[in-house]
Each structure stands twice: as C-alpha cells, then as structure tokens.
Antibody, heavy 126, light 108 residues
Framework: QITLKESGPTLVKPTQTLTLTCTFSGFSLSTSGVGVGWIRQPPGKALEWLALIYWDDDKRYSPSLKSRLTITKDTSKNQVVLTMTNMDPVDTATYYC??????????????????WGKGTTVTVSS | DIQMTQSPSSLSASVGDRVTITCRASQSISSYLNWYQQKPGKAPKLLIYAASSLQSGVPSRFSGSGSGTDFTLTISSLQPEDFATYYCQQSYSTLRETFGQGTKLEIK
C-alpha cells in the first residue's frame, strides 16, 4: 500500500524559504518509471502543478516558478524535499505530494498521480 | 505551455442525472489526459487516466473519452457522493503537467 505524507512549517514570513518534506512508503524511488510530484492549491482555487522528480533524478519544474523551486530526493530515507525561496502571501496554499505512476496502455506509456498525501497547509504572513 | 480549459466551471444536477464535463487542450495531447475528483478538505482522487482508462476501484458510472484536444468526463447516474470538484490534467508535456481550472458539481 502506497502512502505519502507532507510535513513542514504551517507559517512562514514573506521572503523566507519554505522547505517541505514528503515521506513515503510502499514504493521505491529507485524503481524505473516512478516519480514524486508536488502540487499546490491556494484557498478556493485550482490545483497548480509545481515540480516532479524521477527515479533517475531527472527533475521538472513549473516554468513560472522554476527560479524559486528545488526538488531533491533521499532514496534511503524514502523522502522528497521541495524548497521554495522568497515566499510571498500569494504562495499561501495547501501543498500536496503525490506518487507518479507510469503505465503501459496498448502501445504507449501514460503517466498520472495515483496516490496523494493529505496535504499540508502553508500560510505566508508577517 | 499547454493550457487546459474546462467547461462548465460549475454545474447543478440532481441525483440520477447524467452529467458531462468537458476539457479542452490548447494543443493536441493525444490521450495524455487524466481526471481527478476532489471533495472539500480532501486530496484529489484519480478517476480516469489515459483519457478513458478507469482507475481501479472507481465506480463504472464514471467514464472518459476523447483524444487530441477535446475530452469529456461522463457520470452516467449521479450519486450523492459524486458532488465534488473535478479537474482534468494533461501529462503529454512532462515539462509541466497542467491542470484545468476545475468544474464544481453541485446538488440542484
């Protein structure tokens, strides 16, 4: 059974750096095709895809936030860490991590987030 | 950057109704389209992947169709537990796997 859990501060001040940790179980991030992604959701708004790290340490970032984001993994600890610099009140949101699956359907490979953590709420305020 | 546009943004329906939600991509994404359901205060739940494949454990009243730029999520007979917000997501561009803006399904 795959589970993921986000942890980190609930309150950060503007200009500070946010560090969030996703601790997971039930899969290995060294298995080919596997990834872990981060997604956020401001209050009352839509989901926003932030970043993704693959089993081979390939990393992807939202172009609009790329300069502020860093995603890393610690395979031995089963953790993925997301850092976001220069936090602003508009970054107030619930932050989710999710297991990214790769599956073959007919002749092609497809990708989706099949298991999500419960999310952690981060408020940016002085 | 691939933009995903859902319609309608909100929808009122009754238990037993057949409901269709549409998602349009700004460029062709083949069948790289996923659908998620989110209830208030909860994480999203995967319903459909690869445009039409039903995720394990999801009721068969949910179905997905489409390819290229136009996709639909259909709920054949609404149940009380289906009232939620639904999001589409493209996984064609792994540079950024964008979500739609969501469709809120409410009880009429």
């Amino acid at each position: 059974q795959i589970t993921l859990k986000e942890s980190g501060p609930t309150l950060v001040k503007p200009t500070q750096t946010l560090t969030l940790t996703c601790t997971f179980s039930g899969f290995s991030l060294s298995t080919s095709g596997v990834g872990v992604g981060w997604i956020r959701q401001p209050p009352g708004k839509a989901l926003e895809w932030l970043a993704l790290i693959y089993w081979d340490d390939d990393k992807r970032y939202s172009p609009s936030l790329k300069s502020r984001l860093t995603i890393t993994k610690d395979t031995s600890k089963n953790q993925v860490v997301l850092t976001m610099t220069n936090m602003d009140p508009v970054d107030t949101a619930t932050y989710y991590c999710a297991h990214r699956q790769k599956v073959r359907v007919r002749y092609y490979y497809y990708y989706y987030m099949d298991v999500w953590g419960k999310g952690t709420t981060v408020t940016v305020s002085s | 950057d691939i933009q995903m546009t859902q319609s309608p943004s909100s929808l009122s329906a009754s238990v037993g109704d057949r409901v269709t939600i549409t998602c349009r991509a700004s460029q062709s994404i083949s069948s790289y389209l996923n659908w998620y359901q989110q209830k208030p205060g909860k994480a999203p739940k995967l319903l459909i992947y690869a445009a039409s494949s039903l995720q394990s454990g999801v009721p068969s009243r949910f179905s997905g169709s489409g390819s290229g730029t136009d996709f639909t999520l259909t709920i054949s007979s609404l149940q009380p537990e289906d009232f939620a917000t639904y999001y589409c997501q493209q996984s064609y561009s792994t540079l950024r796997e964008t979500f739609g803006q969501g469709t809120k399904l409410e009880i009429k």
